[in-house]
């Protein structure tokens, strides 16, 4: 049973910081790429932040230079470090799991998802 689990969300101001874990189970090495969603209130859930088994990391335009995308193999943990963090990053952030590519990810959707962390930034 493949399972994400999220945590390190919480109420942060303006500038400020945040690390996202996923810890997985369940999906040994069959996923190729793990990335990060957001979904703001009233508005659709966006692929943020992406990163397959080579190491090839994707991210949208609005977190780059902000946002790193990370995963620690052998502790099955996708990681998402926000720095200088802004009122629009505000949302629930979902960890997703995809068996094909990044560009299908981004396309169809993941195979898998967590159950979400909210993240809060405040002005």
């Known amino acids: 049973q493949v399972q994400l689990v999220e945590s390190g969300g919480g109420l942060v101001q303006a500038g400020g910081s945040l690390r996202l874990s996923c810890v997985t189970s369940?999906?040994?090495?069959?996923?190729?790429?793990m990335g990060w969603y957001r979904q703001a209130p009233e508005k659709q859930r966006e692929l943020v932040a992406a990163?397959?088994?080579?190491?090839?990391?994707f991210y949208a335009d609005s977190v780059k230079g902000r946002f790193t995308i990370s995963r620690d193999k052998p502790k099955n943990t996708l990681y998402l470090q926000m720095n200088n963090l802004k009122p629009n990053d505000t949302g629930v952030y979902y960890c997703?799991?995809?068996?094909?590519?990044?560009?299908?990810?981004?396309?169809?959707?993941?195979?898998?998802w967590g159950q979400g962390t909210q993240v809060t930034v405040s002005s």
């Open positions: 997703a799991a995809e068996r094909d590519n990044i560009a299908s990810m981004s396309r169809y959707g993941p195979d898998y």
């Open positions: 369940g999906i040994g090495g069959t996923m190729n790429a």
């Open positions: 990163i397959n088994s080579e190491g090839t990391t």
